[in-house]
């Protein structure tokens, strides 16, 4: 049976689900998605610190990127070859050293190669994360199993930026590294003692194992529906408080509340996509309807949010921006992580560094033209809209190719 009929075969539910190792797993994904976005807030100490330009501080923020899109997906091979504990577990611990390291780096230099090691500790892991949630868990939970986790990370995003400041008030820029160290610590000693080992099917070996999953129309067409409704999404939200700010005159705590409100919608669209991705695999239907359905809803709700010049109109719209963003990010990695189950990590990590590339172009491109012009809301819309079309062509095609059953003949008297 191929991938894209297992998809939306009937489901057993007598199968059940370790939701105890689930939470362990959600708890590293926390961790990881505070990390990321508290080193914002600590951008004017370094700078200080280190007597650097805020500009040679953000290197600190895309040391991280960059290391965790470019080695993402050959570490996601390597999840693959060995049992997802290992690359779990091992992920984790780079993680938990690289945040080590950051806390106590005595230069820039040493605090970006730090963040390097952080982002690479963070591409190892999360593949093997999702795979292991896609495999260990019930066929008709899926959904709501890999939603949780983006809702979990969505989570992080939102109180890593409060968090960070909270504590560097009371330690240094230092300490909120050093706070995820020892939390990453006790959760990486869990790990390694209560998750389950299992056997993996072994990929095929070679440079060619590792774009093998751009050989499936399915999949790389997924990922290409993934690049442009990132660069949609989160390319455009890159330009929201500066939009805001010059717009409505919001400050940085309004700025806050809407980072709150953002995190709010994501987790909303995530939390809905994973229930819903569910009951439609349970009627047969392929739940990858729901990035389409997200994409196109995503468009006209960015267009007026980043046009309208009524402030309670655009923070409704950017609010579902981001739950329509949030429905199609799960139901993508949904699908996604049980497209090829040979190589669940290996697709996972394509998926994740082509989020990471989609954000950088749509930024780049984005940022070419008039903040909150019509240029700006229409390449955001056609990116949207493209998205929807690459992730909507299999299920076209699988519709088309599915042969209609055969009308009963009328007998002549």
């Known amino acids: 049976m191929s991938a894209t009929s297992a998809s939306v075969s009937a489901p057993d539910t007598t199968e059940r689900t370790p939701w105890g190792q689930h939470a362990l797993l959600y708890v590293v994904f926390f961790l990881m998605g505070a990390e990321m976005y508290l080193v914002s807030p600590l951008l004017p100490q370094i700078s200080h610190a280190f007597g650097v330009t805020a500009a040679a501080a953000a290197t600190v923020v895309t040391a991280y990127v960059i290391v965790y899109a470019v080695t993402g997906p050959p570490l996601g091979l390597l999840a693959d070859r060995y049992p997802r504990k290992r690359s779990a577990v091992a992920g984790s611990l780079v993680f938990l050293l690289g945040n080590t390291a950051c806390a106590f780096a005595p230069s820039l ?30 066929t008709h939970q899926r959904g709501r199993a890999i939603s949780l986790g983006a809702s979990v990370y969505s989570l992080g995003q939102v109180l ?135 994409a ?66 749509g930024t780049t491109v984005l940022g070419a033209v008039a903040l909150g012009g019509a240029p700006f809301a229409a390449i955001t819309a056609i990116l949207g809209l493209a998205a929807a079309a690459f992730a909507a062509v299999p299920l076209v095609h699988r519709r088309a190719s599915t042969p209609l059953p055969a009308r009963p003949r009328r007998r002549h008297r």
């Open 109 to 138: 230099t040493t605090l970006v190669l730090a963040r390097g090691l952080t982002g690479l500790g963070a591409a190892l892991a999360a593949p093997a994360i999702w795979a292991y949630l896609a495999e260990r868990t019930a």
């Open 160 to 294: 890593g930026v409060p968090m960070g400041t909270l504590l560097a008030g009371f330690g240094g820029w230092q300490a909120p590294f050093l706070a995820v160290s020892v939390l990453m610590a006790i959760a990486t000693l869990t790990l390694a003692d209560r998750l389950e080992s299992m056997p993996v099917t072994r990929p095929p070996r070679g440079l060619g194992a590792l774009f093998r999953p751009w050989r499936s129309d399915e999949i790389r067409l997924g990922l290409v529906a993934t690049f442009l409704l990132q660069a949609a999404r989160l390319g455009a939200y890159s330009y929201i408080g500066i939009l805001f700010a010059t717009r409505f005159g919001m400050g940085l705590t309004a700025l806050g509340l809407v980072g709150l409100l953002v995190g709010a919608g994501s987790m909303i669209g995530s939390l809905c996509a994973g229930a819903a991705f569910d009951a439609l695999t349970e009627r047969g239907v392929a739940g990858t309807w729901l990035s389409v359905l997200g």
């Open 296 to 361: 196109l809803l995503f468009v006209p709700c960015a267009i007026v949010a980043t046009t309208t010049h009524h402030v309670t109109v655009a923070l409704v719209a950017l609010g579902l921006w981001c739950v329509f963003g949030g429905v199609f990010y799960s139901s993508q990695q949904t699908h996604l992580a049980s497209a090829d189950p040979a190589q669940r990590a290996s697709v996972v990590a394509w998926n994740n560094s082509m989020m990471n590339a989609g954000i950088a172009f």
